[in-house]
T-cell receptor
Framework: NAGVTQTPKFQVLKTGQSMTLQCAQD?????MYWYRQDPGMGLRLIYY???????DKGEVPNGYNVSRLNKREFSLRLESAAPSQTSVYFC?????????????FGPGTRLTVT | AQSVSQHNHHVILSEAASLELGCNYS??????LFWYVQYPGQHLQLLLK??????LVKGIKGFEAEFIKSKFSFNLRKPSVQWSDTAEYFC???????????FGTGTRLKVLA
């Protein structure tokens, strides 16, 4: 049981390049989330998916898109990377989002945009 | 706007000292409350959670937290810290019935051996 996995672990992009961050969970969770973590700002929600087939914006969605490919997988895409998107990105999942359940986090992707 | 405040950004303690980290939130209505810990180079792990009932909750590794509804607070405590508690601690709030979890900015704890 791997929990929440993320790929890649590290990535360096040039401004304007695109990439997709992958996230998968094997806990049969319904809800999945993408956060970014920046020094002094904690975790900020980018997008979430309450259940398979649905996605919604979080606090900081601009510059990102997501796809809930199936119940297991939730990807985050940067169409045209900017230096302001340099951050550590965490994926999380929970059994049922709107309920009394905690989130489980992946190991993170450290992204640098030059 | 809904927010979660952690007023202590950096805390340095000696081993065996007592710890209290503050967390205040600005939601109306009923909430679920969490403390997560992030050890250096690792992902976030749940320390403890409060959904309802006894406002004093106990978590892993000797941590506990008290929910004081009138103060909108959920402070984390540990009677005697260890060097291995060096980490960043995040408070998070989820308004019951919603999907969003709002995190505080975190508190970096350094415990000196």
């Amino acid at each position: 049981n791997a929990g929440v996995t993320q790929t890649p672990k590290f990535q360096v992009l040039k401004t304007g390049q695109s990439m997709t961050l992958q996230c998968a969970q094997d806990m049969n969770h319904n809800s999945m989330y993408w956060y970014r973590q920046d020094p002094g700002m904690g975790l900020r929600l980018i997008y979430y998916s309450a259940s398979e087939g649905t996605t919604d914006k979080g606090e900081v969605p601009n510059g990102y898109n997501v796809s809930r490919l199936n119940k297991r997988e939730f990807s985050l895409r940067l169409e045209s990377a900017a230096p302001s998107q340099t951050s550590v990105y965490f994926c999380a999942s929970s059994v049922v989002g709107a309920g009394e359940h905690e989130q489980y986090f992946g190991p993170g992707t450290r992204l640098t945009v030059t | 706007a809904q927010s979660v405040s952690q007023h202590n950004h950096h805390v340095i303690l000696s081993e065996a000292a007592s710890l209290e980290l503050g967390c205040n939130y600005s939601y109306g209505g009923t909430v679920n409350l969490f403390w997560y810990v992030q050890y250096p180079g690792q992902h976030l792990q749940l320390l403890l959670k409060y959904f309802s009932g006894d406002p004093l909750v106990k978590g892993i590794k000797g941590f506990e937290a008290e929910f004081i509804k009138s103060k909108f607070s959920f402070n984390l405590r540990k009677p005697s810290v260890q060097w291995s508690d060096t980490a960043e601690y995040f408070c998070a709030v989820n308004r019951k019935g919603t999907y969003k979890y709002i995190f505080g900015t975190g508190t970096r704890l350094k415990v000196l051996a």
